[in-house]
């Protein structure tokens, strides 16, 4: 099992340019999430899937589009990147029922000149 | 405006100190409240709280809910240099059938001098 991986790891963007962050789990589970995390911000949620097909934004979406055309998969793009999203992107899965128990992949570092 | 606060932002103790990290909420319609430890990457969940006055325990660590003060705390004693990191609370929040999603603070960053 290797739960809840991401790619990149890390990344180097100019201003303008675009990007695709993908995010993989291999549980099974019906809920992913896109979160950033910021210094002394915590985690802040982009975007969600409660399942294949559908999505939903978080607290802070805007200059992001997400798509989960499969169960396994969740992908963050960014159109047009600004430095503004210089962070660090985390994406997490969880079961439907139950605990909130959210399962975290590594990160992707995102700096954007 | 949901939000949750931790205190204190950072925290530097000796290798064997007790420390108290603390988590208060402002939410509508609480359901838990989960703590994750973050190391140098992905958090790891380490409890979910939802009833008042239960201590959750787990080796060294343990963490107990207030209702009525509408916050948290976890409790590390005998403090390893392992224990060095960033620990988050998140409160679950949502009527019953929503997608409820957890509300974020900031953190605490704990660090264990040997």
């Known amino acids: 099992n290797a739960g809840v991986t991401q790619t990149p790891k890390f990344r180097v963007l100019k201003t303008g340019q675009s990007m695709t962050l993908l995010c993989a789990q291999d549980?099974?589970?019906?809920?992913m999430y896109w979160y950033r995390q910021d210094p002394g911000m915590g985690l802040r949620l982009i975007h969600y899937?409660?399942?294949?097909?559908?999505?939903a934004k978080g607290e802070v979406p805007d200059g992001y589009n997400v798509s989960r055309l499969k169960k396994q998969n969740f992908l963050l793009g960014l159109e047009s990147a600004a430095p503004s999203q210089t962070s660090v992107y985390f994406c997490?899965?969880?079961?439907?029922?139950?605990?909130?128990?959210?399962?975290f992949g590594p990160g992707t570092r995102l700096t954007v000149l | 405006e949901d939000k949750v606060v931790q205190s204190p932002l950072s925290l530097v103790v000796h290798e064997g100190d007790t420390v108290t990290l603390n988590c208060s909420y402002e939410?509508?319609?609480?359901?838990?409240l989960l703590w994750y430890k973050q190391e140098k990457k992905a958090p790891t969940f380490l409890f979910m709280l939802?009833?008042s006055g239960i201590e959750k325990k787990s080796g060294r660590l343990s963490s107990i809910l207030d209702k009525k003060e509408l916050s948290s705390i976890l409790n590390i004693t005998a403090t390893q240099t392992g224990d060095s990191a960033i620990y988050l609370c998140?409160?679950?929040?949502?009527?019953?059938?929503?997608?409820?999603?957890?509300?974020w603070g900031a953190g605490t960053k704990l660090i264990i001098k040997p």
């Open positions: 939410v509508t319609n609480f359901r838990s």
């Open positions: 899937s409660v399942g294949e097909g559908t999505t």
């Open positions: 998140a409160v679950e929040a949502g009527v019953w059938g929503s997608n409820y999603q957890l509300i």
């Open positions: 549980m099974n589970h019906e809920y």
């Open positions: 997490a899965s969880r079961r439907l029922a139950g605990v909130n128990e959210q399962f």
């Open positions: 939802t009833s």
